[in-house]
């Protein structure tokens, strides 16, 4: 029994060494940071208009100032639902995606 245990716990630090390894979000950098801010000033806006018009509009966006490198993408959009993702090309592997239930940052290739 101690020996099938034994034999178990190597296979699964072999297997675990073996596996890829994933670094961290680094959300801390400067840029990183501006482009949250961007991303949720955007939320804001997007949801302002759905309070007062009852649909979303990317008319919202239309004046929202993006520093150099800073640019934004509709991925889906809809009368009552859209995915707007922000990438900077200061801040790599890194999106931030808008979204009518908030704003989080996700791994992207």
Request: with cysteine.
């Given at each position: 029994?101690?020996?099938?245990?034994?034999?178990s716990?190597?296979?699964?630090?072999?297997?675990?060494a073996?596996?890829?390894?994933v670094?961290?979000?680094?959300?801390?950098?400067?840029?990183?940071?501006?482009?949250?801010?961007?991303?949720?000033?955007?939320?804001?806006?997007?949801?302002l208009?759905?309070?007062?018009?009852?649909?979303?509009?990317?008319?919202?966006?239309?004046?929202?100032r993006?520093?150099?490198?800073?640019?934004?993408?509709?991925?889906?959009?809809?009368?009552?639902?859209?995915?707007?993702?922000?990438?900077?090309?200061?801040?790599?592997g890194?999106?931030?995606?808008v979204?009518?239930?908030?704003?989080?940052?996700?791994r992207?290739?």
């Open positions: 029994m101690k020996q099938t245990i034994l034999w716990l190597a296979a699964v630090l072999l297997l675990a073996c596996a890829p390894r670094a961290p979000l680094q959300l801390n950098s400067p840029e990183a940071l501006e482009l949250e801010r961007i991303a949720t000033a955007a939320w804001h806006r997007m949801q208009v759905y309070l007062e018009t009852g649909e979303y509009t990317t008319n919202a966006l239309a004046d929202l993006l520093p150099s490198g800073v640019r934004w993408l509709v991925e889906e959009f809809g009368a009552s639902s859209y995915t707007i993702r922000f990438t900077s090309i200061h801040v790599e890194v999106a931030w995606f979204t009518p239930a908030g704003v989080v940052a996700r992207v290739s």
